[in-house]
């Protein structure tokens, strides 16, 4: 199956003294194509906050290969890379909208808590568990 | 009365392709003074919020004289020129710790919340009214 | 004449402890939304900073009126308030796309500079001065 | 040799909906982090700016272990872990400043930039080709 891709407009106040897109801004990107991407999947942030749960970052990778410009349009392809019940392993590729030019790739890793309290959506939350479980499956044969 | 200024050093990743600090980032600074200005008066942060009291901006106004760059440091002083009981008006005043040019003036306004309500600290906090209210009392004669 | 509004759909990124969007986006979104504005009305940056002219924020002014939350789309309305050749004033109207309710209204004042040097667009870029002269109009009539 | 660790207030901007700081600040507070380190060993931004030379972040990576907030000092540490002449690899320690609480570790990679242009420090800069080569080999030392 194959979800929209993300696409976000740089701003101005994105950029940088060097001209590009100050690098810490494509961690903030991850982020809002998770969110879409999530409730492409049927997990929307509001469904999966109103049942009590949060999926904090507990690690963040990216690699920077190009140098993404102000006004550009860039494309965020997310997909499922692991997923253990307890750990949810997302991966990002982002480019450029009307080149194609590969801007930077990276890696989110992601607990689930119910409180404070680390749960696996196994328990807490079979439906999304089972969505989850599928992509899971879908990516490795991609692969 | 004579409190300390606050100083902060301007950041990479608050400069922007002009190769300035992109001038949303003053807002920041502004609540970054404020918040250490009320704790030397004696209403820190915590401690109001712990009383149940939030005090959100209602109205922010920033005038740009001359362009901060990376590495400077500013030093921003900030005053209360008025206050109701049920609003409070700060002003603040940026500048270049170095050589003292100025680099932007600015206000804010804020009102008293207490859970979703709209309070007065003359019955909130009986205590923040009495030192809003001397300090907007030393304010006039300063002027 | 009627001009496209702007859509930006309100990130967790910029959200802040209270659960609303820290008030110093608005002025990004500010931002975005001239942006998109200038483009529209025949002013695209590019093309202005390619003929070597900028036009730096030279006063903002955000009065807050209800909180937007994350996931909310925002629409966002520019209008021309003034324009004498050396500057140009913008004035802001930001909605719930949903709902219409008002989050805030704004204000932003601009120069224009060729270099570092203040430039009139009179002499510096007739067709951009005939452009906002006839918006200023325009908007006058509105009123 | 013992390096000064880098000192930075969590500010209310920084902080998210869940009322912790926002995971993108980290990447953020490495950069601040960075400088002064960089100023530290002899290798001051501007000097290194001076001499047309930038080394740009290639892969950043940020490991989560536990949440800081509004309000907190964090001390960050951040040592030489490799360094190539061609590219740079330093890691981040963040604690809370009052408890030693760890709050994240990180690591970023650089490369060097003469115009657009990959260069070795060994030829464009040899003394601060020196600097880092012997940072290096104490860093090793220590491990």
Same mark, same amino acid.
């Given at each position: ?80 890379? =692991?997923?253990?019940?307890?750990? &949810?392993?997302? %991966?990002?590729?982002?480019? !450029? $909208?009307?080149?194609?030019? /590969? ?11 119910? =409180?404070?309290?680390?749960?696996? &959506?196994?328990? %807490?939350?079979?439906?999304? !568990? $089972?969505?989850?479980?599928? /992509? ?8």
């Amino acid at each position: 199956m194959q979800w929209e891709p993300y696409l976000h407009k740089a701003q101005y106040y994105e950029t940088d003294g060097m001209g590009i897109i100050h690098h810490s801004n494509y961690i903030r990107w991850f982020e809002e194509a998770r969110v879409d991407f999530l409730a492409q999947i049927g997990m929307p942030f509001e469904q999966v906050e109103a049942r009590g749960i949060v999926s904090p970052v507990i690690r963040v990778v990216c690699e920077y290969k190009t140098m993404a410009r102000f006004g550009e349009t860039v494309r965020i392809r997310v997909r499922v890379t =692991g997923y253990t019940g307890a750990k &949810l392993f997302l %991966a990002y590729r982002v480019e !450029d $909208a009307a080149t194609g030019a /590969l801007r930077c790739t990276g890696e989110s890793s992601h607990c689930f808590l119910c =409180g404070e309290r680390p749960v696996s &959506l196994r328990r %807490a939350a079979p439906d999304y !568990d $089972a969505i989850l479980r599928s /992509l899971t499956l879908e990516s490795g044969e991609e692969g």
